[in-house]
């Protein structure tokens, strides 16, 4: 698993989609129930208001008719009075007629509470809710009538505080219970997604793994993934077979061209020889378009004989008669044999004997050495090392010319790349040289890397395996 978050995969917008609509439908439905909850404790309490309002002015019309108004008023309080309600009736000129016991309670008397709350509801006709000292009210204002006649006005005051209160702790419980919900879901949507997505990462794995050498056997199955994977994977092999079908026709062409070409240039390049050796009737001018006509002859089969031999590589018929070769003699040989500038070649050559194909090997160096003399100046030397480090032999061609740009030290490996197209045309390169010779030391069984610096030169390291037992890829 990747342990950077990346916001642009399907799996991050998915598990964010989906824990953002799991959040607000969650918060929605817990926040309609807080709210709907407090809409009914604050009806009921407003319905209790209301029917002791009612209930009062009934009990006192009974109570009126064997007693005095103000004794039948008292009783019909007393019977309806409660601990958590308050009722009290004020004649019109604000005279207290009548009170119940609840207002004399130690809890109602804290801070003048019971004189504030009757100043307070004074100015609240009607039925409302409010707040006074952190308590939270519910009061009825409405005029008491026995037999038609108004006595004063009487006021029910419901306190809901404890009941706002256990309100509220069920909130905060709903709010925790939501919370939790909405993480364990958000672990089991990011699993779920994950696993769902499993199929497309394998195949991505897969598909980064298709080279040119293996494109032809290369098939993606999932028999057991979505039904759209299974199409895309059915896609990618319809794909690949196109891709494989053209790679083969493309190498079989440039194998085909390069074999019929060579022969007749072949040809031709001899019969421009043999007339340039009996060119004592030419003129100068036929001397030299002749020469150049040859050059260019030599240098297309060349060129032809390079296609030729990646071709082959790219088609696994390319054969190695790999041996242990002491190497010290085989890079001799290579200096000796191509008669380089006396004292711009410097060998430092430590014996040691590896697995190689001798003749493949000079090919691999004649190249790197001829690149190296190419691309550095006259005056500069070419450094040959040879030395064997672990299990490997190491042959480095190391100049001081003006180095490859940090960008192209991946792409000079490929057929036909140049790093600077018209340096190139002016040596005589076809962008091939490099190409053949990675080629080459990964047929051996070796590995060739390369390091450079602008301005300083670069440095072709060639590890060929001193024992096949003990090779190991670098």
Known sequence: ?????????????????????????????????????????????????????DRLEQDAGLYEESMIVKEAVYMAIDYREQPDIAIW????????????????????????????????????PGLEVFELQNRHLVTCSSQLKIDDQVIGQLYVVDDITEDHESLNRIT??????????????AIATSLYIRRSLHPIRKMSRLAGDISANNLADTRLEFDKAPTEVQELAQTCNMMISRLSAAWDQQRRFVSDVSHELRTPLTLVHGYLQSTLRRSSNLTDPQKEGLEIAASEANRTIRLLQDLLDLARADGGHMRFNIEREPLQEVVKEVLETC?????????????????ADRSRLKQVLINLIDNALKYSPDDRPIIVK????????????????????????????????RVDE?????????????SIVKTLV?????????????????????????????????
């Open 422 to 434: 018209d340096r190139s045309r002016a040596t005589g390169g076809t962008g091939l040289g490099l």
């Open 1 to 53: 698993m990747k342990s950077v978050v990346d916001p642009n995969s399907i799996q991050f917008r998915l598990t964010v989609g989906m824990i953002l609509a799991s959040t607000l439908g969650i918060s929605g439905f817990t926040g309609w129930i807080n709210l709907r909850m407090r809409q009914i404790l604050v009806e009921s309490h407003k319905d209790n208001a209301l029917m002791i309002a």
């Open 386 to 417: 040879l030395k064997p480090v672990g299990n490997y032999a190491y042959i480095e061609i190391k100049d001081k010319g003006r180095g490859i740009p940090l960008s192209d030290l991946t792409k000079i490996f490929d057929p036909f790349f």
């Open 89 to 124: 009736v004020e004649s019109a000129d604000g005279t207290l007629l009548a009170e119940s016991n609840t207002l004399s309670m130690g809890s109602w008397q804290v801070n003048g509470f019971a004189k504030k709350l009757m100043t307070e509801v004074a100015n609240r």
């Open 339 to 355: 008669n380089y500038v006396s004292g711009r070649i410097q060998p430092e050559l430590t014996p040691v004997t590896a697995l």
């Open 172 to 185: 905060r419980t709903l709010a925790l219970s939501s919370l939790l919900a909405i993480c364990v879901g």
């Open 442 to 474: 990964e047929g051996m069984n070796g590995t060739l890397k390369v390091q450079s610096k602008l301005g300083e030169g670069s440095v072709f390291t060639v590890a060929l395996p001193i024992e096949k037992a003990k090779a190991q890829r670098l």
